[in-house]
């Protein structure tokens, strides 16, 4: 019966010498670990001081970017409202620059063709020639249209600069040379 004592006081003389070993082995490793919360504590301590003053300070960093984008935003509105009016303005003064273009065209024309028809040789009538008005016979239908094609002019005739004078003072010398 001294082989089963045996065996157990041996075996238990083994389980205390490796546990005697596994502390004297886990020790160094407690202190390390030890010393690793305690360095993750003052990590931990540093953050909460230090982390929220540098949110806060990136929050209002964020708020001013929005407001300085509004600004610019609200600038290039600006300018382009100022472009647009540049631009109609720019609209506008060409076309009051054509129409005074047009106008004082329009005026050294009439200065000429008044100053044509004025110094012009006033033809001899001829009143036998002519009917008077309650003498004329009414015009047909077609003769109207005749009529109506002759006497227009296209807008390159009306504003042709000595269109119309010359021809009328050559037809008017014709007709005076023929009698």
């Given at each position: 019966?001294?082989?089963?004592?045996?065996?157990?006081?041996?075996?238990?003389?083994?389980?205390?010498t490796?546990?005697?070993?596994?502390?004297?082995?886990a020790i160094?490793?407690l202190?390390?670990?030890a010393?690793?919360?305690?360095?993750?504590?003052k990590?931990f301590?540093?953050?909460?001081?230090e982390?929220?003053?540098?949110?806060?300070?990136?929050?209002?960093?964020?708020?001013e970017?929005t407001?300085l984008?509004?600004?610019?935003?609200?600038g290039v509105?600006?300018?382009?409202q100022?472009?647009?009016?540049v631009?109609?303005?720019?609209?506008?003064?060409?076309?009051q620059?054509q129409?005074?273009?047009?106008g004082?065209?329009?005026?050294?024309?009439?200065?000429?063709?008044?100053?044509?028809?004025?110094t012009?040789?006033?033809?001899?009538?001829?009143?036998?020639?002519?009917?008077?008005n309650?003498?004329?016979?009414?015009?047909?239908?077609?003769?109207?249209?005749?009529?109506?094609h002759?006497?227009r002019r296209?807008?390159?005739?009306?504003?042709?600069?000595?269109?119309?004078y010359?021809?009328a003072?050559?037809?008017?010398?014709n007709?005076?040379?023929?009698?």
């Open positions: 019966m001294i082989e089963p004592l045996f065996w157990l006081g041996l075996s238990l003389l083994l389980v205390a490796s546990l005697t070993a596994v502390l004297v082995a160094p490793a202190q390390e670990l010393r690793a919360a305690r360095s993750a504590e990590l301590d540093t953050l909460s001081r982390l929220p003053p540098t949110l806060e300070a990136i929050r209002v960093t964020g708020l970017i407001d984008t509004d600004d610019v935003s609200e509105k600006s300018a382009g100022v472009v647009k009016q631009d109609q303005s720019l609209d506008t003064a060409r076309k620059a129409n005074l273009q047009v004082t065209r329009s005026i050294l024309i009439g200065a000429k063709a008044a100053w044509k028809n004025f012009r040789q006033k033809p001899v009538r001829r009143t036998s020639d002519r009917l008077p309650n003498e004329k016979p009414p015009l047909t239908l077609r003769e109207r249209e005749v009529l109506r002759e006497n296209s807008k390159a005739e009306v504003y042709r600069a000595n269109d119309g010359n021809e003072a050559s037809w008017e010398n007709f005076d040379e023929k009698d």
